[in-house]
T-cell receptor, first 111, second 113 residues
Framework: KAGVTQTPRYLIKTRGQQVTLSCSPI?????VSWYQQTPGQGLQFLFE???????NKGNFPGRFSGRQFSNSRSEMNVSTLELGDSALYLC??????????FGEGSRLTVL | SQQGEEDPQALSIQEGENATMNCSYK?????LQWYRQNSGRGLVHLIL?????REKHSGRLRVTLDTSKKSSSLLITASRAADTASYFC?????????????FGGGTRVLVKP
């Protein structure tokens, strides 16, 4: 079974730009969660989608948004990028509440 | 904000020794999980312990949970160089639906060959 796939793996943007990250979950998994990891704040929950609906949301500004498609693939978007948005963005999928299966992450650098 | 605090923040041991790390959390939980992360990569699930369990084993891993103290420990026995990684505890909220996990700050473990 293929694991969680995140694209792109690395990207560089400048302040003010926007970025879209993609996540393909493990086949059959309907829950997709997103996390931001930075050296200063650690791992922080962004949001979770289940069957195309946002089920949980973390404490991030409205510049961070996401969506899930009918095939469970998910995207997250960050608009008006700030230097502090530089981070490793991790996507995880799950069959149900419990064990999360993480992708390798998308490393975003904002210059 | 982070629910959990882990200690120590870093740990250096020789191959074959045991490694113990601790996690404390603040609110009531359904489950507590431990994950491993190799440098800059995705997290790998190690073990899940439910709030009504006190101890759980998986291979060389032993996890304990004390809900009265809101704390957990992860023991890795007979460590190997391949165990070098960061280890994170993660908790959900009691009664919460879905997969909103709060992670601790992590313990960096270095196993010297």
């Amino acid at each position: 079974k293929a694991g969680v796939t995140q694209t792109p793996r690395y990207l560089i943007k400048t302040r003010g730009q926007q970025v879209t990250l993609s996540c393909s979950p493990i086949s059959g998994h309907r829950s997709v969660s997103w996390y931001q990891q930075t050296p200063g704040q650690g791992l922080q929950f962004l949001f979770e989608y289940f069957s195309e609906t946002q089920r949980n949301k973390g404490n991030f500004p409205g510049r961070f948004s996401g969506r899930q498609f009918s095939n469970s693939r998910s995207e997250m978007n960050v608009s008006t990028l700030e230097l502090g948005d530089s981070a490793l963005y991790l996507c995880a999928s799950s069959l149900s509440a419990g064990e999360l299966f993480f992708g390798e992450g998308s490393r975003l650098t904002v210059l | 904000s982070q629910q959990g605090e882990e200690d120590p923040q870093a740990l250096s041991i020789q191959e074959g020794e045991n490694a113990t790390m601790n996690c404390s959390y603040k609110t009531s939980i359904n489950n507590l999980q431990w994950y491993r992360q190799n440098s800059g990569r995705g997290l790998v699930h190690l073990i899940l312990i439910r709030s009504n369990e006190r101890e759980k084993h998986s291979g060389r891993l032993r996890v304990t949970l004390d809900t009265s103290k809101k704390s957990s420990s992860l023991l890795i026995t007979a460590s190997r160089a391949a165990d070098t990684a960061s280890y994170f505890c993660a908790t959900d909220g009691k009664g919460a639906a879905g997969n909103k996990l709060t992670f601790g700050g992590g313990t960096r473990v270095l196993v010297k060959p």
